[in-house]
């Protein structure tokens, strides 16, 4: 994307009113208060972007730090050294809100001593009213907040606090557009996630997402595609194609398209090597996506496949639309079909109502699915949920006592999967030296474990066959071969 030089601009133009335009216009416009500070200061402004969450903020902070970049900081400080800090919040479970309003109070005295600073809030947590509210009462030293649905007007948002000097608030309550072609900075060179839609549908009952990040929406096949083929040309091998619920994609489009078709179309693209998704939704996995995953060798074999609970009376109360019946029947066709998948989840430990018996019957699938891995989180109640209402909340004791239980029974299990590997050869991708020797460099295998073995950074961003020769527990020691 071209960039526009303010002091070449007629400074009193109107904004155009078409994305991303109008963005690029008020880019260069904050690039302006930018330079103005730089001289003030004497020197380059600098930018902090901390990311709470999944993915999907992960995403969103990469299009932060690029639209940052090109208004003029230098993206990749820490908090205490940089002149703009900007929190992409989470707000999924509890203890995410509770840590940013932690920093947030660090940050006071900070701002305090150099009031040229500035503090940025945005994503989920901000989607919130009643966070909102507190921010404005309890947390005036905040210069800017918008939402899920309007990062796209990050440099909109910024020109107005530069010309105001005053809080600027930005909230939508839902999105009408997806805004391509605006500037993403990424933190790897070799792999990248791509959005492929945004929102859900589904309303788990504990689940806060769909209030803040609104209704499901793909992006067309085209953009997904014309992005893919750029990061590639960039240099890039493996993408992670991203959306809370990857099995519906395309089905709201005007021409509507399966994703299954969406990737035969991905798999297509020369260049690319690997092609990772997630998340599936156990309810929507399709006949058509185990056939694709067998048929593309550029699929790598990993499914992430959250079952949330065992107990069919509890997934009937969290409304995922599945009984632990049809999710083993669902496990044992995908092994079936492809007997080198990796299989990871998401568990949820004491939701409102679960009894031992519905806890065994969780340790039951954990069991018999075998999981490479699996994310175990303890019920935290979202205000605004359905869950939120129900009486017989789980006591924290029993909650804690059940979550260790079940984090032994997961490790256990993962360290007897992860060592099935030992011996055999797989294609590793290259991501960096090796942390502890800089003799060693490491690497992804399909299923997401990493293997460390004798190399330099040269390799990095390659695609090579790794021998697998000591499992680790949860990772591997190699050996090129
Ligand atoms: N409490 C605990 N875990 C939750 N998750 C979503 N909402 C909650 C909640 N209220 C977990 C689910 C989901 C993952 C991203 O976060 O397991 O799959
Ligand atoms: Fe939340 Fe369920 Fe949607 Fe996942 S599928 S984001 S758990 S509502």
């Not at 005036?140 to 608030?169: C, K, P, W």
């Not at 099995?247 to 020369?270: C, D, M, V, W």
């Not at 994310?375 to 006592?401: D, H, I």
């Amino acid at each position: 994307m071209g960039n526009i030089d303010w002091d070449k601009m007629d400074q009193n133009a109107k904004p155009p009113v078409t994305e991303p335009e109008r963005q690029r216009f008020f880019i260069a416009k904050a690039r302006g208060y930018v330079k103005e500070m730089e001289k003030r200061l004497g020197r380059p402004l600098t930018a902090a972007v901390t990311t709470f969450g999944c993915q999907m903020n992960a995403k969103d902070s990469e299009k932060l730090k690029g639209i940052l970049g090109q208004m003029g900081y230098i993206t990749g400080k820490t908090e205490e050294e940089a002149d703009f800090v900007i929190f992409n919040t989470c707000t999924v479970r509890e203890n995410a809100n509770l840590k940013v309003y932690g920093r947030l109070g660090s940050l006071k005295s900070w701002k305090k001593d150099h009031p040229h600073r500035m503090i940025g809030l945005c994503g989920c947590m901000m989607q919130e009213e009643t966070v909102v509210e507190k921010l404005k009462k309890s947390y005036r030293y905040v210069d800017l907040i918008f939402g899920t649905h309007n990062i796209f007007r990050f440099a909109e948002l910024m020109a107005q606090r530069f010309e105001s000097g005053e809080m600027v608030i930005d909230i939508w309550e839902k999105a009408d557009q997806i805004v391509e072609d605006l500037p993403a900075e990424r933190k790897y060179s070799f792999k990248s996630g791509v959005n492929i839609m945004f929102g859900c549908n589904n309303f788990c009952s504990y689940c806060i997402v769909p209030y803040v990040r609104g209704r499901e929406r793909s992006r067309e096949p085209e953009a997904i595609q014309k992005e893919i083929e750029e990061l590639v040309k960039d240099g890039v091998a493996e993408v992670m194609l991203l959306g809370q619920n990857v099995n519906s994609y395309g089905k709201t489009l005007e021409h509507p398209i399966s994703f299954a078709q969406l990737l035969r179309r991905i798999h297509e693209i020369e260049g690319l090597k690997r092609i990772r998704f997630m998340t599936s939704h156990p309810k929507d996995l399709s006949d058509e996506l185990i056939q694709v995953m067998q048929e593309s060798p550029k699929i790598c074999r990993h499914l992430h496949l959250p079952v949330q609970s065992g107990s069919t009376r509890i997934l009937q109360k969290m409304n995922r639309r599945y009984t632990k019946e049809s999710y083993l029947e669902l496990v044992e066709k995908i092994r079936k079909a492809i007997p080198d998948i990796s299989l990871t989840t998401d568990i949820i430990v004491g939701f409102p109502g679960e009894t031992e018996e519905d806890f065994q019957e969780t340790l039951d699938v954990v069991r018999k699915a075998r999981y490479d891995s699996a994310f175990t989180f303890l019920y935290s109640k979202r205000t605004g949920t359905p869950a939120a209402v129900l009486e017989e909340q789980v006591e924290e004791t029993v909650m804690k006592e059940r979550f260790n239980r079940l984090l032994q029974e997961v490790q256990t299990i993962s360290r007897e999967v992860c060592a099935v590997h030992e011996g055999s050869v797989q294609e590793v991708l290259v991501e960096s030296v090796s942390e502890q020797d800089a003799s060693m460099i490491t690497g992804r295998l399909g299923n997401n474990l990493l293997v460390h073995f004798p190399g330099n950074r040269e390799k990095i961003g390659s695609l090579i066959p790794v021998k697998l020769t000591k499992c680790m527990g949860f990772y591997y020691l190699g050996e090129e071969n």
